[in-house]
């Protein structure tokens, strides 16, 4: 395994309020470790479930989300929308929200803050395209039993066959939870969600976390979403189960070492090595998001 990233510090909450966006203390959810001070359609919406997990993808006109440019949440996109890889690695993933009659597709990217909203429209040999009228913009369709984008021709984004793939089994979701470390606060709160197939060490992750009394003693919560990869090996063990959570960005955004007995994750450095210390570092499962 090659080990790509240098061993970190608790940077300061200061640092991350730059980078991330500041979320209502309402919501839940697990990030990174920081510190803190202050298939093709005939009559859609009857479609293919999630690229993610059976679940349906649409939202009603009364959502806030049907709104022209309105940002919405990484935990909206990661629990209601399809999710279509960029083929480059240097752009976002974009997701997909579905109006109820299936006439609008609500498309997403950059952690939901960049919006466009794309209409259904006949193709001459059956089938429908997901685009805006009169512009060279992006072709929303479903071809073979995957979601694709399109520009000019060409392919920008497709949803991963892995997640259409029954023979990997049924979708499962995992929730992990436990207060680790902070720098200069009473801790953080993480709370992870990992959706993937039964048999795939790949899959889709929710990460929040909630820098606790972090500003004027109240709690501030960020979020991240993106891909579940699973490594081999760390630098104490070459068997160890790491997995590897990588935004949307492209970013790693935290390694954790998986004990498959105890069914816990223990946050390890940049270069997947364990954090010495004889602090806590480990998410313990729950049996629901919280």
Not at 52 to 60: C, E, G, S
Not at 261 to 282: A, G, P, V
């Amino acid at each position: 395994m090659q080990y790509r990233r240098g061993e970190s510090n608790l940077p300061r909450f200061s640092s991350r309020v730059k980078n991330m966006k500041k979320l209502s203390l309402a919501m839940i959810g697990c990030v990174v470790l920081a510190g803190c001070t202050a298939p093709q359609q005939t009559t859609p919406p009857v479609m293919e479930k999630s690229a993610l997990m059976p679940i349906v993808q649409t939202v009603v006109p009364e959502e806030p989300i049907l709104k022209a440019n309105e940002t919405v949440t990484a935990y909206t996109l990661f629990d209601k929308a399809i999710r279509i890889g960029s083929v480059d690695a240097r752009f976002s993933d974009f997701y997909v929200l579905f109006s109820p009659d299936g006439k609008l597709a609500h498309l997403y990217s950059d952690a939901g803050k960049k919006h466009e909203t794309l209409q259904r429209r006949s193709l001459p040999k059956g089938g429908y395209v997901w685009n805006v009228e009169d512009d060279d913009t992006k072709n929303l369709r479903h071809k073979d039993g995957v979601w694709t984008i399109e520009k000019r021709m060409k392919l920008i984004a497709s949803q991963s066959k892995s997640d259409v793939d029954a023979s990997l089994g049924p979708w499962e979701e995992e929730y992990f939870e436990g207060v680790l470390p902070a720098a200069s606060c009473p801790g953080i709160r993480y709370q992870l969600t990992v959706r993937h197939r039964s048999y795939s060490g790949d899959g889709a992750y929710h990460l929040a976390m909630t820098y606790l009394e972090a500003e004027k003693g109240k709690d501030v919560t960020f979020e991240s979403i993106g891909k579940r990869l699973t490594q081999r090996g760390t630098t104490e063990d070459e068997d160890a189960t790491v997995w590897q959570l990588v935004g949307d960005d492209g970013k790693p955004e935290a390694n954790f070492l998986y004990d498959p007995m105890n069914q816990t994750l223990t946050m390890l450095t940049k270069d997947f090595k364990r954090i010495d210390s004889k602090l806590n570092y480990t998410l313990k499962p729950t049996s629901k998001k919280q």
